[in-house]
Nanobody, 124 residues
Framework: QVQLVESGGGLVQAGGSLTLSCVASGRTFDRYTMAWFRQAPGKEREFVAGIKWNNNFTLHADSVKGRFTISRDNPKNTVALQMNSLKPGDTAVYYC?????????????????WGQGTQVTVSP
């Protein structure tokens, strides 16, 4: 059974940092595009960052560009999201997603594998 399991969420003050991690199991994910999405209460799920399977392309949403960095370690089947200079507006449940495709898409409907999510709360 394919699973994506996120970890690393928590409560942090504005200006602080967190690193989210997503571990994939059940198959080899080195041909998958991996991405992070987030969803705040009452809002739609939005794209945060994505990375192609071969690490040669990343895409970050404008709202997090310069503050967040996505990376992956294929032998370990993991993808990470380093989040710096966090703001209260970054508060959301963060989800890891995957799709066996050679491009990064920003639409959540295009991803067929999802984790359960990890809560990130940024206090003022």
């Amino acid at each position: 059974q394919v699973q994506l399991v996120e970890s690393g969420g928590g409560l942090v003050q504005a200006g602080g940092s967190l690193t989210l991690s997503c571990v994939a199991s059940g198959r080899t994910f080195d041909r998958y595009t991996m991405a992070w999405f987030r969803q705040a209460p009452g809002k739609e799920r939005e794209f945060v960052a994505g990375i192609k399977w071969n690490n040669n392309f990343t895409l970050h949403a404008d709202s997090v560009k310069g503050r967040f960095t996505i990376s992956r370690d294929n032998p370990k089947n993991t993808v990470a999201l380093q989040m710096n200079s966090l703001k209260p507006g970054d508060t959301a449940v963060y989800y890891c997603a995957a799709k066996e495709i050679s491009a990064v898409f920003t639409g959540p409907a295009l991803y067929n594998l999802w984790g359960q999510g990890t809560q990130v709360t940024v206090s003022p």
